[in-house]
């Protein structure tokens, strides 16, 4: 117990223990990276859209959207379509975004099997269902955006490092960019060694780690210069 009622921890002592810690989920991260890539989501890669109508309303009262989605992602996953991003619109109205398929042929047959599968889970209350079409949809996140992203994050870097060249020294400013790297490192590793799949929360979660990281980082230098 005397660890937790502890104020002061000699964490420096260790500091060869966090670089190994640090260099070796970089290291495998990397590595799995370039082996097998990263699990991009539909966001990246584009896809089909599917749009499905009932007659009468799936949904009549709040939150029996949230159902509706539910049972529908389970049937998608039964599938192997568990990727896929669903939407409830007008009440009646299912929009599904599917990754894209080989051919036509069998972008046919698993449009039939999504629609005999809603036409079971929601016939008895929507009554018959219609198939309003399908069309072939580009990434949210296309290449465009991501150039747009890495000449943003190149120059914020650099703003970075004038700004705490002038507040503080030269090499804190090269520090705090070492551990912007590091940080997004050990983030992108992590994703890849666990096959997580990236859309637009990856996007935002990874820009709130590198918020807190330069804000960290600032503190720590107040206290050292202090």
Do not use: C
Request: glycine letters at 10%.
């Amino acid at each position: 117990m005397d660890f937790f009622r502890r104020q002061n921890w000699d964490i420096i002592k260790y500091t060869w223990l966090w670089f190994t810690i640090s260099g070796v989920v970089i290291a495998v991260g990397m590595g799995v990276w370039a082996v097998r890539g990263l699990n991009w989501g539909i966001d990246f890669t584009g896809g089909s859209l599917l749009r499905y109508q009932f007659e009468r309303p799936l949904v009549t009262g709040p939150g029996e959207d949230i159902e509706v989605i539910r049972k529908t992602r389970e049937m998608l996953e039964s599938m192997g379509l568990g990727k896929s991003q669903i939407q409830v619109a007008d009440n009646n109205q299912i929009f599904i975004r599917t990754p894209q398929v080989e051919n036509d042929a069998e972008a046919r047959e698993r449009d039939r099997k999504i629609a005999a599968g809603l036409q079971e889970l929601f016939g008895e209350q929507g009554g018959k269902l219609q198939t309003l079409g399908r069309e072939t949809v580009g990434p949210v996140i296309g290449k465009m955006l991501t150039k747009s992203a890495i000449q943003a994050l190149t120059l914020g870097i650099a703003l970075i490092l004038l700004y705490i060249t002038i507040r503080y020294e030269f090499r804190f400013g090269v520090a705090a960019v070492l551990a912007l790297i590091h940080d997004t490192a050990i983030v992108i590793g992590a994703m890849a060694i666990l096959q997580t799949e990236l859309n637009t929360w990856f996007v935002a979660a990874l820009l709130t780690v590198l918020g807190y990281s330069i804000n960290d980082t600032v503190i720590i230098f107040d206290r050292i210069r202090a």
